[in-house]
């Protein structure tokens, strides 16, 4: 598995991988995958790197609250190529986050081994009345299933002396690509993520600062070698 990262001199920038064909970058909280709309929202990632490869390009995104793996293309073609990759399922990606709730492995499944990998398959759509937020809609949304299993046991997390939370460190990969699909498929077990503010009641956003959700893991096949990749970055809480 590639671990390793480049220093480069670009502020907000780490460059996990570079080759002649794909960047693997370790994008921070708080900073936007793309321009957004207005002037004030044009500093992003995908400017930063392009300020340091002119030829990189967007092949997919992360939530601007959210940190961690970013793929980009190096020329069109190899952007078209990724493209098809994500939209053949062919990239993998895996998630930690942080949600509140005190959960435990699936039966069968073991802490000291490998904990039991659940499935959550509810539909979303997106909704109109509340935008950005989407919605499960069992009518209107489009298919979309995530894998989710318990990484550590549950702790307890005391900001308040009298009404202490328990939390748990989990694993997530999305099995499908729609918007906010962990932040909601997560809301709609019972368990949101620490920190979301679109998601989460106030209770839990206050319980950290930050959106507690990483991409940890990034495993695809080089678009021009053939070989077999696999990236990890561990989040930073």
């Known amino acids: 598995m590639v671990t390793h990262r480049l220093a480069v001199p670009a502020p907000g920038v780490t460059v996990c991988f570079a080759d002649d064909a794909l960047l693997v970058l370790d994008k921070p909280a708080g900073l936007l995958s793309v321009p957004g709309r207005g002037a004030d929202k044009q500093d992003c990632l995908a400017s930063r790197v392009q300020a340091l490869y002119p030829d ?17 293309a190096r020329g069109a073609a190899v952007q078209r190529a990724l493209s098809q990759a994500f939209a053949a399922q062919q990239v993998h990606k895996r998630y930690v986050a942080v949600v509140a709730g005190d959960l435990v492995p699936e039966s069968g499944g073991s802490l000291a081994d490998e904990p039991a990998w659940q499935v959550v398959d509810l539909p979303i759509a997106a909704d109109w009345a509340q935008r950005p937020r989407r919605k499960i809609d069992g009518v209107n949304g489009k298919p979309s299933v995530t894998r989710w299993r318990v990484l550590e046991p549950p702790r307890w ?50 319980l950290s600062a930050r959106l507690l959700l990483h991409a940890s893991r990034l495993r695809l096949t080089h678009p021009v070698s053939g070989q077999w990749l696999e990236f990890g970055c561990e989040p930073g809480f």
């Open 56 to 72: 990189a390009l967007v092949v997919h995104r992360l939530d601007m609250t959210t940190s961690g793996l970013l793929l980009m």
């Open 157 to 206: 997390l005391v900001l308040d002396s009298a009404n202490p939370t328990p939390v748990t460190r989990i694993e997530l990969e999305p099995l499908t690509g729609r918007t906010h699909q962990l932040r909601l498929h997560m809301q709609a077990l019972g368990q949101p993520i620490l920190g979301d503010t679109l998601y989460a009641h106030a209770a839990v956003q206050a």
